[in-house]
């Protein structure tokens, strides 16, 4: 059944990340009149910024662009395609001067980096399915020179200078990829909706006002439910045929049947605050691209990196991702700000991002902050953006699964969001590989519980001690 919504009826949104905020956007460009939008952080005062309290995913200084995705082609096809928009959002920044004019995509490659001598199989996909000029193996010869031609500094090709140092040095560079300026980027598509559609969006933020008490649902003859609204913290009620959620981590806890295809894990990270002059000049964000190393390779590998952001270089590592199953909920997103809040991260995780460090980073001494970053996991790293099966009538809808890498998607998910919603797909095998009841790979093991290793209950967790990564830096 296909559900029909007048271009003013109300649609409800769950989550004001990505997911949320791209869906709104395409509702909004397509006419819609009445779109309200939910979440428990006021991002119009603290502006996504994780340091004042705004913990989500998409509350970041930066995230990782690439369009590079070994087979994985309608993923590279939907990264280029967002690229364009991020482009055209450039522009309009520019021109608007929208926070100073700067970009929230810088276009300054993005390296995967392996200890392998010959490309694994993820590199050598990608570089059969990308141009010559998109996809640079990085122990070519002239690769500096065609990075160069490319546009970007002749550094992406080897940014720990590996090569000079005498160390292995073999991945492929991503030419179209780079950095995206993830707060900024958010607020920038929160400032389009208000100022390009101000009196067909309403946000709902803030703690008890935006905040989720519980879906309004009622049950039908036939034992299954149909959502009628959503209820907030401050008591009040909103009604409508179509409720979206997209709360990345937290789709469990307001959606528990996602439980059988999501779970919330959470992501090391490292931030080391950068102050000598000529590291600030060899890590500039203008210039040094985002990376990757072994970022495929389980327990022993999965590192990534950025350059200078706001004087803070940030290293995350993600080859074994946490846990925190409590009763009820598979997993539950802890963060610095939750009710049961936790700081620290797993030592594992920390000892090796602190060995990339001293091998590779000689600047940094010390890390300054570690926090936990959340995830939603789906089983085989595919999203998860499908009307609920037991749900009636089409009345609830989940966008989540995004594993990692909704960001990149920004400019083009809300559009296929809302064609799938419509069942108006331009793409049906996205539908399907995205859709709740097909079966999935299982390359991810969720709903572990008490039992799950990585669950944080088990994690030694680092002390101020471990922050130490050598006595002293090299500047």
């Keep these: 059944m296909t559900l029909h919504l007048e271009k003013n009826e109300p649609i409800l949104i769950v989550g004001a990340g990505v997911c949320g905020l791209s869906t709104a956007y395409a509702f909004l460009r397509r006419g819609y009149r009445n779109v309200h939008l939910f979440d428990k952080r006021d991002y119009h005062a603290k502006g996504y910024d994780y340091f004042q309290g705004c913990d989500s995913p998409s509350s970041d200084m930066n995230k990782i662009f690439r369009a590079a995705y070994g087979e994985q082609v309608h993923y590279q096809k939907m990264s280029l395609e967002s690229r364009d928009v991020f482009l055209k959002w450039n522009a309009r920044i520019k021109d608007t001067n929208f926070e100073g004019g700067d970009p929230i995509y810088l276009n300054t490659g993005n390296i995967h980096l392996t200890d392998l001598h010959e490309l694994p199989p993820f590199e ?83 703690a008890y006002s935006g905040e989720i008490e519980s879906l309004i649902e009622k049950r039908t003859a036939s034992g299954k439910k149909v959502c009628l609204g959503l209820k907030t913290k401050d008591g009040k009620s909103y009604y409508s045929k179509l409720v979206v959620t997209a709360c990345g981590p937290w789709t469990v806890e307001v959606v528990p049947e996602a439980a059988e295809k999501l779970e919330a894990t959470g992501g090391t990270v490292a931030l080391m605050k950068i102050t000598s002059a000529k590291a600030l000049e060899k890590y500039d964000e203008k210039k040094f691209p985002t990376w990757t190393y072994k ?142 009841e097909r079966e999935r790979n299982k390359l991810n093991s969720i709903n572990k519980g008490q039992y799950d290793p990585r669950a944080l209950q088990y994690q030694q967790m680092s002390t101020t001690a471990d922050l130490v990564v050598r006595e002293t830096a090299k500047l």
């Design 124 to 206: 050598k996909q990608t570089m059969e399915n990308m141009s010559s000029s998109q996809a640079i193996c990085v122990s070519d010869q002239d690769a500096a020179a065609r990075a160069k031609a490319a546009g970007l500094n002749e550094s992406a090709v080897d940014p720990f200078e590996m090569k000079g140092r005498g160390k292995h040095h073999q991945g492929v560079l991503d030419t179209t990829g780079g950095m995206i300026i993830a707060e900024k980027c958010c607020r920038w598509v929160l400032h389009m909706c208000d100022l390009d559609y101000r009196s067909s969006v309403t946000t709902h933020f803030g």
């Design 295 to 436: 970022v495929r390779d389980g327990a022993m590998g999965g590192l990534y990196g950025f350059p200078v952001r706001n004087g803070y270089l940030k290293i995350g590592y993600r080859g074994l991702k946490w846990t925190n199953p409590q009763a009820g909920i598979n997993s539950k997103v802890r963060t610095a700000y939750s009710e049961n809040p936790e700081k620290k991260v797993p030592l594992f995780g920390l000892k090796l991002i602190k060995q990339f460090i001293r091998e590779h980073v000689p600047e940094v001494s010390k890390i300054d902050r570690t926090r936990l970053c959340w995830y939603s996991d789906s089983e085989d790293n595919d999203f998860l953006i499908s009307y609920s099966p037991y749900h009636e009538q089409n009345s609830l809808f989940v966008v989540a699964g995004d594993s990692g890498h909704a960001f990149m998607m920004f400019g083009v998910i809300g559009d296929i969001v809302v064609d799938i919603i419509q069942k108006n797909s331009k793409d049906v095998m996205l539908e399907q590989l995205f859709s709740w």
